[in-house]
């Protein structure tokens, strides 16, 4: 499964972001989504996750300012991030499993893209 994630850039503290992250298996649907982010120096950490049910999770340090989604018919998962601050700069990784627990574990993903970069600076 090849997933190919966009919408990263630069963006002002206070401003959003809509990331995408699209594939063009069918079996889409099947899958859950995630997404993580790595900041320089740091290691890759949840962000959020949707299942293929519609369940969604978020990580505490973006908990009330994301908002996952997924369109199953345009084979895409978003990721909007609100009110965005210094420290959500980093690149967004999106990947997909087949997982029905430990959405936060980036192990239990099979599939990831290539990233995109979030830059919040004034």
């Known amino acids: 499964v090849q997933l190919q994630a966009s919408g990263g850039g630069l963006v002002q503290p206070g401003g959003f972001l809509r990331l995408s992250c699209s594939t063009s298996y069918r079996t889409f649907r099947t899958y859950a989504m995630g997404w993580f982010r790595q900041a320089p120096g740091k290691e890759r950490e949840f962000v959020s996750a949707?299942?293929?049910?519609?369940?969604?999770f978020y990580a505490n340090s973006v908990k009330g300012r994301a908002t996952i989604s997924r369109d199953n018919d345009k084979l895409t998962a978003y990721l909007q991030i609100d009110a965005l601050k210094f420290e959500d700069t980093a690149v967004y990784y999106c990947?997909?499993?087949?997982?029905?627990?430990?959405?936060?574990?980036?192990?239990?993903?099979?599939?990831w893209g290539r990233g995109t970069l979030v830059t919040v600076s004034s």
């Open positions: 990947a997909a499993g087949i997982l029905y627990g430990n959405f936060d574990r980036s192990d239990k993903y099979l599939y």
């Open positions: 949707i299942n293929s049910s519609g369940d969604k």
